[in-house]
């Protein structure tokens, strides 16, 4: 094996705006039905709202002269109009308030989609653009909407020229009603399972209320103000509120009686107060994630195993999780625990048990095959607590909103608050391993994705999320247990069947993180008792891990990382159809050994784990070994200078995903799954993200492995262009050769548009100059988030001279909004030849970006 190498630097790019001509990926064109058809169909919808406007000033206080009412208004188009929130903020008495994914609908004579100039029979999806309106809108909209049907080309007020394609587009303009508040918030799903259970009980239902985020000050405290007289007429009561700017968040935790609860499900949900209120946007379930306890092994560990303590003070990584046992001889000298919220004394030791356990796979990894230590303590903010009806579970704070606990957990760490400075300043890798059950992404990116994509932009930081967990129940063919083989493509079938019921669990869709799922291997033996069942091949995905994209198409989980494996019982025997149920395994495995409290709280104890959580711990654990390289490279002299020290999290977010690879798994689903081996890339992308992390391949380089490292700050409609020299080795040759290129940033959103992420970056892998095709993720999805990761291999034959270089053009656009300030992105490169090749390229690479630099030094 030959010796590992430093990463060499790509040095300053060379700035310049995007060529005219370059590929945008333009969409469909939706038609509308015209002027005409449009009179008809929308001004009963237009007078319907006058109306609504008219009875809400008799209902404020009697009087018809003095209340100026205002309700929520929804137009749904048939496809996005760009600048309709530039449009809504100059018609007097109009405020945009949100842009949202709608349904899917048939094309009809209508609204069809147009592709060559011929109507298509695809399907549409709309977009609802809510606006807070007044009368004086509604009549300044029919005004408008009265110029368009004279001429649709007709000239608009400054400004208003986005309406043209409004009006042609609109499907319906209504109020933002009962059945929006509930929408794909689970609300009622939950509330009949709870009535269920709890039948005529007097307990109360604790929901979180988010009202519409209003800029001006005095109108949220107006808005507070009446959802509260709401909640206490009802019976119920406030918890708590908060109110985030950066993100437009404004919502109230509160309790309902149950009989709220029946109104709503006997009656729908106009039956009660509160999902009719105006101010009102969206009502959820509020159940914090509980973690249930696991048991103690008969395994402890060695006293002397972690002599060996850190030597740097200063924290990077924080941990914001359950209360760990600090006194654990896994992790003791090993914290910086912070406990504003004293949190501490509500737990006892044997119930400090997921914080430890994630505070060790940080700090030693996986026990049966540690590795070495991390250099510095861990900050831990505990945002768990032992649940009041069972101590041996860990639920996360019950009476405070979810993310205003987190936004202030990170405020603390990074601002100045009071007359107190920053607790942890040096943190640059934020792991959280929760998930929220209630909130399964569907299509709305939830208020805790939105607020974590602001503070990773806002903090320069790489915050790394659990996808979440799912359980691996599955109905087989009782057939299918006489042969190992056969029980696992049964199970992988079943659980491919389940994908839709398997997502992504809130705030793991958050664009500008790092989602992890995990991978089903670990180093514990492999059990003989002929009680369970392994139905999953090693290193394939856990069963437990969600599938499927993220927001807007986006590939996540970008990366899988072990997480444990996962059993089935054996089920007793069965004709037909039989169901497996997950084993207990955190006594003897297999699993991912952790410490934990040990029997009688012990302070040398472990047990065995498996979920995305550990596959979290672990990535962390990676990113901190990735920063630990960065801050050590040094280029020598004549080789370009590396990034600074402010571009690290976005380097290290880049290689990260740059070591992810779908290598034998998608061999592997051809075999797990009924018709494996038909699905697409873009279908494989929906099962793997960009694939497993190879730990051996992060941040090294070999004789016959270059790898690159760039990046810079970028701006809208801007391109900086790379050069990677090509090795005058493999000019004219059929070896095979691997190219692969990952860029990943921070982009600042949008919150209240659909498209929530600002920065586009991209770059279009550069192929023809080494004889390499695109492999692994689908092209398109990989541009939707903000890590694109291009795989590329061939073995064609191809001409350059000595001197020539593959440029990686990296190209800046807006999604929504306007840039304020340049984007920082990162860019790791890394051109792999075969072993047949016995010529040192990387040393080739190296002597030529010397050359370079002195050329363009002079």
Same mark, same amino acid.
């Given at each position: 094996?030959?010796?590992?190498?430093?990463?060499?630097?790509?040095?300053?790019?060379?700035?310049?705006?995007?060529?005219?001509?370059?590929?945008?990926?333009?969409?469909? !064109?939706?038609?509308?039905?015209?002027?005409?058809?449009?009179?008809?169909?929308?001004?009963?919808?237009? /007078?319907?709202?006058?109306?609504?406007?008219?009875?809400?000033?008799?209902?404020?206080?009697?009087?018809?002269?003095?209340?100026?009412?205002?309700?929520?208004?929804?137009?749904?188009?048939?496809?996005?109009?760009?600048? #309709?929130?530039?449009?809504?903020?100059?018609?007097?008495?109009?405020?945009?308030?949100?842009?949202?994914?709608?349904?899917?609908?048939?094309?009809?004579?209508?609204?069809?989609?147009?592709?060559?100039?011929?109507?298509?029979?695809?399907?549409?999806?709309?977009?609802?653009?809510?606006?807070?309106?007044?009368?004086?809108?509604?009549?300044?909209?029919?005004?408008? #909407?009265?110029?368009?049907?004279?001429?649709? @080309?007709?000239?608009?007020?400054?400004?208003?020229?986005?309406?043209?394609?409004? #009006?042609?587009?609109?499907?319906?303009?209504?109020?933002?009603?009962?059945?929006?508040?509930? !929408?794909?918030?689970?609300?009622?799903?939950?509330?009949?399972?709870?009535?269920?259970?709890?039948?005529?009980?007097?307990?109360?239902?604790?929901?979180?209320?988010?009202?519409?985020?209003?800029?001006?000050?005095?109108?949220?405290?107006?808005?507070?103000?009446?959802?509260?007289?709401?909640?206490?007429?009802?019976?119920?009561?406030?918890?708590?509120?908060?109110?985030?700017?950066?993100?437009?968040?404004?919502?109230?935790?509160?309790?309902?009686?149950?009989?709220?609860?029946?109104?709503? =499900?006997?009656?729908?949900? *106009?039956?009660?107060?509160? =999902?009719?209120?105006?101010?009102?946007?969206?009502?959820?379930?509020?159940?914090?994630?509980?973690?249930?306890?696991?048991?103690?092994?008969?395994?402890?560990?060695?006293?002397?195993?972690?002599?060996?303590?850190?030597?740097?003070?200063?924290?990077?990584?924080?941990?914001?999780?359950?209360?760990?046992?600090?006194?654990?001889?896994?992790?003791?000298?090993?914290?910086?625990?912070?406990?504003?919220?004293?949190?501490?004394?509500?737990?006892?030791?044997?119930?400090?048990?997921?914080?430890?356990?994630? /505070?060790?796979?940080?700090?030693?990894?996986?026990?049966?095959?540690?590795?070495?230590?991390?250099?510095?303590?861990?900050?831990?903010?505990?945002?768990?607590?032992?649940?009041?009806?069972?101590?041996?579970?860990?639920?996360?704070?019950?009476?405070?909103?979810?993310?205003?606990?987190?936004?202030?957990?990170?405020?603390?760490?990074?601002?100045?608050?009071?007359?107190?400075?920053?607790?942890?300043?040096?943190?640059?890798?934020?792991?959280?391993?929760?998930?929220?059950?209630?909130?399964?992404?569907?299509?709305?990116?939830?208020?805790?994705?939105?607020?974590?994509?602001?503070?990773?932009?806002?903090?320069?930081?790489?915050?790394?999320?659990?996808?979440?967990?799912?359980?691996?129940?599955?109905?087989?063919?009782?057939?299918?247990?006489?042969?190992?083989?056969?029980?696992?493509?049964?199970?992988?079938?079943?659980?491919?069947?389940?994908?839709?019921?398997?997502?992504?669990?809130?705030?793991?869709?958050?664009?500008?993180?790092?989602?992890?799922?995990?991978?089903?291997?670990?180093?514990?033996?492999?059990?003989?008792?002929?009680?369970?069942?392994?139905?999953? *091949?090693?290193?394939?995905?856990? &069963?437990?891990?969600?599938?499927?994209?993220?927001?807007?198409?986006?590939?996540?989980?970008?990366?899988?990382?072990?997480?444990?494996?996962?059993?089935? @019982?054996?089920?007793?025997?069965?004709?037909?159809?039989?169901?497996?149920?997950?084993?207990?395994?955190?006594?003897?495995?297999?699993?991912?050994?952790?410490?934990?409290?040990?029997?009688?709280?012990?302070?040398?104890?472990?047990?065995?784990?498996?979920?995305?959580?550990?596959?979290?711990?672990?990535?962390?654990?990676?990113?901190?070994?990735?920063?630990?390289?960065?801050?050590?490279?040094?280029?020598? *002299?004549?080789?370009?200078?590396?990034?600074?020290?402010?571009?690290?999290?976005?380097?290290?977010?880049?290689?990260?995903?740059?070591?992810?690879?779908?290598?034998?798994?998608?061999?592997?689903?051809?075999?797990?799954?009924?018709?494996?081996?038909?699905?697409?890339?873009? /279908?494989?992308?929906?099962?793997?993200?960009?694939?497993?992390?190879?730990?051996?391949?992060?941040?090294?380089?070999?004789?016959?492995?270059?790898?690159?490292?760039?990046?810079?700050?970028?701006?809208?409609?801007?391109?900086?262009? #790379?050069?990677?020299?090509?090795?005058?080795?493999?000019?004219?040759?059929?070896?095979?050769?691997?190219?692969?290129?990952? &860029?990943?940033?921070?982009?600042?959103?949008?919150?209240?548009?659909?498209?929530?992420?600002?920065?586009?970056?991209?770059?279009?892998?550069?192929?023809?100059?080494?004889?390499?095709?695109?492999?692994?993720?689908?092209?398109?999805?990989? !541009?939707?988030?903000?890590?694109?990761?291009?795989?590329?291999?061939?073995?064609?034959?191809?001409?350059?001279?000595?001197?020539?270089?593959?440029?990686?053009?990296?190209?800046?656009?807006?999604?929504?909004?306007?840039?304020?300030?340049?984007?920082?992105?990162?860019?790791?490169?890394?051109?792999?030849?075969?072993?047949?090749?016995?010529?040192?390229?990387?040393?080739?690479?190296?002597? @030529?970006?010397?050359?370079?630099?002195?050329?363009?030094?002079?």
């Amino acid at each position: 094996m030959t010796t590992p190498r430093q990463p060499l630097s790509f040095g300053a790019p060379v700035a310049g705006p995007i060529p005219t001509g370059a590929p945008r990926f333009p969409g469909t !064109r939706i038609a509308g039905p015209g002027p005409a058809r449009q009179q008809q169909r929308l001004e009963p919808q237009f /007078a319907a709202l006058q109306e609504a406007l008219q009875a809400g000033r008799v209902d404020v206080d009697g009087d018809t002269t003095e209340a100026d009412p205002e309700l929520v208004v929804v137009f749904d188009l048939a496809a996005p109009v760009a600048e #309709f929130a530039r449009a809504a903020a100059r018609v007097p008495g109009l405020e945009f308030l949100l842009e949202v994914d709608g349904d899917e609908f048939a094309a009809d004579d209508d609204f069809h989609p147009v592709r060559d100039g011929e109507p298509t029979d695809d399907a549409v999806s709309d977009s609802l653009y809510v606006v807070m309106s007044n009368n004086q809108a509604v009549v300044e909209l029919l005004a408008l #909407f009265a110029r368009w049907q004279e001429n649709r @080309q007709a000239a608009m007020p400054f400004g208003l020229a986005p309406l043209r394609d409004v #009006f042609e587009l609109l499907r319906e303009v209504r109020r933002w009603g009962p059945q929006d508040r509930v !929408r794909e918030t689970g609300l009622l799903e939950r509330w009949r399972e709870d009535v269920a259970v709890v039948g005529q009980s007097t307990t109360m239902a604790r929901v979180e209320i988010e009202l519409w985020f209003r800029r001006d000050a005095a109108r949220r405290g107006a808005a507070e103000t009446a959802v509260q007289t709401l909640i206490t007429d009802a019976g119920g009561q406030v918890i708590t509120q908060a109110a985030i700017t950066g993100i437009g968040y404004h919502a109230i935790l509160a309790d309902l009686p149950y009989s709220q609860v029946e109104a709503v =499900l006997d009656r729908g949900p *106009d039956a009660i107060a509160l =999902l009719t209120a105006d101010t009102i946007m969206y009502v959820s379930p509020a159940r914090p994630m509980t973690i249930p306890a696991v048991a103690a092994s008969d395994e402890p560990l060695d006293s002397t195993a972690f002599s060996a303590k850190p030597t740097d003070q200063r924290p990077r990584i924080a941990l914001l999780d359950g209360l760990p046992m600090a006194g654990h001889i896994a992790l003791a000298e090993r914290l910086v625990i912070d406990d504003p919220d004293e949190i501490a004394t509500s737990y006892t030791a044997p119930q400090m048990q997921h914080g430890t356990a994630m /505070a060790s796979l940080i700090c030693h990894g996986d026990l049966n095959a540690a590795g070495e230590s991390t250099q510095r303590r861990v900050y831990v903010r505990p945002i768990m607590q032992p649940h009041p009806f069972n101590g041996q579970e860990e639920t996360v704070l019950r009476d405070r909103l979810l993310v205003d606990l987190i936004h202030e957990a990170f405020r603390r760490i990074f601002e100045r608050h009071g007359q107190h400075d920053p607790v942890a300043p040096s943190v640059r890798i934020i792991n959280l391993s929760i998930g929220d059950p209630i909130q399964m992404f569907v299509r709305r990116i939830s208020p805790l994705a939105k607020l974590l994509d602001w503070l990773a932009h806002t903090y320069n930081i790489l915050i790394l999320v659990s996808a979440g967990n799912h359980a691996i129940d599955a109905d087989i063919p009782a057939a299918a247990l006489l042969d190992a083989d056969e029980l696992r493509r049964a199970v992988g079938t079943a659980m491919y069947e389940q994908a839709r019921r398997r997502r992504l669990l809130s705030p793991a869709e958050a664009v500008n993180v790092i989602s992890v799922g995990a991978l089903h291997i670990d180093a514990a033996s492999t059990p003989t008792s002929d009680t369970v069942l392994d139905t999953t *091949d090693i290193g394939m995905p856990a &069963l437990y891990s969600p599938v499927g994209f993220g927001h807007r198409n986006s590939v996540k989980p970008e990366i899988l990382l072990p997480g444990g494996r996962s059993l089935h @019982q054996r089920p007793p025997a069965a004709e037909g159809t039989t169901t497996l149920y997950p084993a207990e395994t955190t006594i003897t495995g297999p699993g991912m050994r952790v410490a934990a409290p040990g029997r009688g709280g012990a302070l040398n104890g472990t047990t065995y784990l498996h979920g995305t959580s550990n596959a979290t711990a672990m990535a962390t654990r990676t990113a901190d070994h990735i920063l630990n390289v960065l801050e050590t490279l040094r280029a020598v *002299d004549g080789e370009p200078p590396f990034a600074s020290a402010e571009y690290h999290p976005v380097l290290t977010k880049a290689l990260l995903v740059h070591a992810a690879t779908w290598g034998p798994m998608r061999d592997g689903l051809t075999r797990a799954i009924v018709g494996g081996e038909d699905l697409t890339r873009r /279908a494989i992308s929906q099962l793997l993200g960009y694939g497993a992390v190879d730990l051996d391949r992060v941040i090294s380089a070999t004789s016959t492995r270059v790898l690159l490292l760039g990046a810079g700050s970028i701006t809208a409609d801007q391109r900086h262009t #790379f050069e990677l020299p090509l090795p005058g080795s493999l000019a004219a040759t059929t070896d095979w050769r691997r190219l692969t290129i990952t &860029l990943a940033w921070l982009s600042p959103v949008n919150t209240a548009t659909r498209r929530h992420r600002m920065a586009r970056l991209s770059f279009d892998p550069p192929r023809q100059p080494l004889g390499v095709d695109r492999l692994e993720a689908e092209a398109r999805v990989s !541009r939707n988030g903000t890590v694109q990761h291009e795989i590329l291999e061939g073995q064609r034959a191809v001409a350059f001279a000595a001197a020539d270089a593959i440029e990686i053009n990296v190209d800046c656009r807006v999604d929504a909004g306007r840039l304020a300030a340049p984007v920082r992105y990162g860019l790791a490169a890394t051109l792999e030849v075969a072993p047949t090749i016995r010529v040192d390229i990387h040393q080739e690479v190296r002597q @030529q970006l010397k050359v370079r630099l002195r050329t363009r030094t002079r």
